[in-house]
């Protein structure tokens, strides 16, 4: 199984990114998928979720508003849209697949290497 994220970079605030997670070697669709981001010295925590089909998501209250989760199975692709990026925003976004769906890191079963994004002031 491979997670493979791609999307992260520099950025000033308020601007925006879309990070992209595509996946190989499971059933895509029989995974729901979970975005998680962590900062050094602190514990990954989850940023968004999505259900096998798309049709469910979830936020954490720092991504309601400005993020959204969508995933196209044609494609085994996850991405994450971030609009009005903090400064806080920045940290390494890591896409994960799980049987199933949940807010902490141990019900995900497959994890990307992760990708950096950087939000100036």
């Known amino acids: 199984v491979q997670l493979q994220a791609s999307g992260g970079g520099l950025v000033q605030a308020g601007g925006y990114l879309t990070l992209s997670c595509a996946a190989s070697g499971l059933t895509f669709s029989t995974f729901p998928m979970g975005w998680f981001r962590q900062t050094p010295g602190k514990e990954r925590e989850f940023v968004a979720g999505?259900?096998?089909?798309?049709?469910?998501?979830y936020y954490a209250d720092s991504a309601k508003g400005r993020f959204t989760t969508s995933r196209d199975n044609a494609k085994n692709t996850v991405y994450l849209r971030m609009n009005s990026l903090k400064p806080e925003d920045t940290a390494v976004y890591y896409c994960a697949a799980g049987r199933q769906f949940g807010i902490v890191p141990n019900k995900y079963n497959y994890w990307g290497q992760g990708t950096q994004v950087t939000v100036s002031s």
């Open positions: 999505i259900s096998r089909d798309g049709d469910t998501t």
